[in-house]
Nanobody, 118 residues
Framework: QVQLVESGGGLVQAGGSLRLSCAASGRSFRSYTMGWFRQAPGKEREFVGRFSWSGSTDYADSVKDRFTISRDNAKNTVYLQMNNLKPEDTAVYYC????????????WGQGTQVSVSS
């Protein structure tokens, strides 16, 4: 069982930066692929990026070159560094964990609100 708790959300002006954190409890954190997703009001949840258990990363085109995911396996924490934020980045951001050989993200955090003003 994995429990995820996000933090670091808030209100920022366009062009600003925020760093979200996702702390995981449970064992074998390093064997999970950690993903970030977001959901804006009235829209479906969308993929933002992921940091796989093997060390690879990939991102949605909308955030590529602005967002960076990192992880610290010693601290059981994954981060989402968001730079050059835009109003369209406003959403609730969720982290999620996917077991090593699973095809689905089976564990989700409660989400943290990010609001970007123009």
């Amino acid at each position: 069982q994995v429990q995820l708790v996000e933090s670091g959300g808030g209100l920022v002006q366009a062009g600003g930066s925020l760093r979200l954190s996702c702390a995981a409890s449970g064992r074998s954190f390093r064997s999970y692929t950690m993903g970030w997703f977001r959901q804006a009001p009235g829209k479906e949840r969308e993929f933002v990026g992921r940091f796989s258990w093997s060390g690879s990363t990939d991102y949605a085109d909308s955030v590529k070159d602005r967002f960076t995911i990192s992880r610290d396996n010693a601290k059981n924490t994954v981060y989402l560094q968001m730079n050059n934020l835009k109003p369209e980045d406003t959403a609730v951001y969720y982290c999620a964990a996917r077991a090593q050989y699973s095809t689905e993200y089976g564990y989700w955090g409660q989400g943290t609100q990010v609001s970007v003003s123009s």
